[in-house]
């Protein structure tokens, strides 16, 4: 599929309502990482590296790994912190390392992503390019990821693509590959995580 945004579908979509992914605490964070000055890195802000696994970001299940088995196909999407075996710490300290773990069939993923895909589990950064609000919806008629505070609407099939709203970029990706049935880290995000200089709306702010 092309990598240019389909007006057609953003005019679709522009009116749906999006089902929550249970995860109301963190879609409720303003992008205020995005404002601060640079933090001392320590393992627990790290961001994601080679090896590593996922766990639950919240919910009953925060902080257990998360294995495919746990990843419905066709979604939605979990929200997910990577986490170091060797030393067990999870990078919960940077809200950059929130991923978007989900799971498609590998024949429905776009050439954009197949490269990043392991056994049709994909994984993008949970902050919008927007105004840096948390990807925490899911829009289960169209499968699409969905970014509450202004309606941005990813496509995790085709690379996150942009098809609805304000985002003006699609989300990064996080390359996977699987061990012991459980989606591992394969290296760095694809692209920046979160706003990008030159890129966001002037005097913009992400109310929920
Ligand atoms: S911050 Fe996500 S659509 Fe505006």
Redesign the pocket.
């Known amino acids: 599929m092309s990598k240019k945004p389909d007006t057609t579908r953003r005019a679709i979509v522009g009116a749906t309502v999006g089902v929550g992914l249970g995860l109301g605490a963190l879609s409720m964070l303003a992008?205020i990482a995005a404002l601060k000055p640079k933090k001392e890195v320590t393992p627990e802000t790290e961001p994601p590296k080679e090896g590593d696994v996922f766990v639950y970001a919240e919910g009953d299940r925060k902080g257990k790994e998360i294995t495919l088995d746990d990843l419905p196909k066709g979604g939605p999407a979990v929200l997910a912190f990577p986490k170091d075996p060797e030393t067990g710490v999870v990078k919960s300290g940077e809200r950059n390392n929130l991923v978007l773990l989900i799971r498609m069939d590998p024949g429905e993923l776009g050439p954009e992503v197949a490269d990043y895909a392991a056994d049709g589990a994909v994984a993008y950064s949970a902050i919008?390019t927007?105004?840096?609000?948390t990807?925490s919806e899911w829009e289960p008629d169209k499968g699409l990821l969905l970014?509450p505070?202004?309606?941005?609407f990813y496509d995790p099939r085709h690379g996150a693509q942009v098809v609805g709203?304000?985002?003006p970029r699609p989300l990064p990706a996080l390359p996977l590959i699987v061990k012991g049935n459980k989606p591992v880290c394969a290296g760095g995000f694809t692209s920046q995580v979160g706003v990008v200089a030159g890129l966001e709306p002037q005097g913009?702010s992400?109310a929920v």
Request: aromatic share 0%; proline share 18%; charged share 5%.
């Open positions: 992008p919008c927007h105004l840096g609000c990807v970014c505070c202004h309606k941005g709203g304000p985002p913009g992400c």
